[in-house]
């Protein structure tokens, strides 16, 4: 089982992070703005019993960062696709029939001004990539993208064009998508 959350500074809030795994004992967790930087050792987000992979932001702006921790038993290692998108983690598993899984988390800043406009074209390659691929993966993050409806229900949505976009490359690549719930 798999468990996302957005944590706007998982600094302050790990706490309340580690009570949730340990209750709900989930396999995957997938952090995005973990707010991490290198000055935040490893050792203070790890979680005893999984394997962390990390991505801070590389670039001089606060905020984003993202988190991929997958249980120790599963014997995951590091994945690195082609596309260079620029906040992104991912790590490669077996399922029981010994099927590879690619597992990934990523964070599309809506702010232009941290990594330029093509950021969204680097994010529709990497889905294009991974729907390509022929490994089963799952993909977890928050792409920022306004939308009333998920999925969007007709074309009389007001959506912006890269919205739209997103949503098409998901369709084409056969990609289904579950919109998360807060309680």
Not at 70 to 96: G, I, M
Not at 126 to 139: D, M, P, Q, Y
Not at 154 to 161: A, E, G, I, K, Y
Request: aromatic share 14%; net charge neutral.
């Amino acid at each position: 089982m798999c468990f996302y959350v957005n944590a706007r500074n998982l600094a302050n809030k790990f706490e309340q992070l580690e009570a949730w795994i340990y209750a709900l004992n989930h396999d995957i967790i997938g952090v995005t703005e973990s707010w991490a930087c290198s000055q935040v050792l490893d050792s203070e987000l790890s979680l005893q019993g999984y394997d962390i992979f990390r991505q801070d932001r590389e670039v001089d702006h606060a905020g984003g960062g993202i988190l991929l921790y997958v249980r120790s038993t599963l014997n995951a290692v590091k994945f690195t696709p082609k596309t260079h998108y620029p906040e992104q983690v991912w790590c490669c598993l077996l399922d029981s029939r010994q099927y590879q899984i690619h597992v990934g988390i990523c964070y599309r800043t809506p702010t232009v001004n941290i990594y330029g406009t093509g950021n969204h074209y680097l994010l529709r390659d990497l889905i294009n990539e991974a729907g390509s691929s022929k490994k089963h993966f799952i993909l977890m993050g928050d792409f920022n993208y306004r939308f009333i409806h998920w999925p969007p229900l007709s074309d009389h949505q007001r959506v912006t064009n890269k919205a739209a976009d997103f949503y098409h490359c998901l369709y084409t690549t056969f990609l289904y998508t579950t919109r998360r719930i807060l309680y």
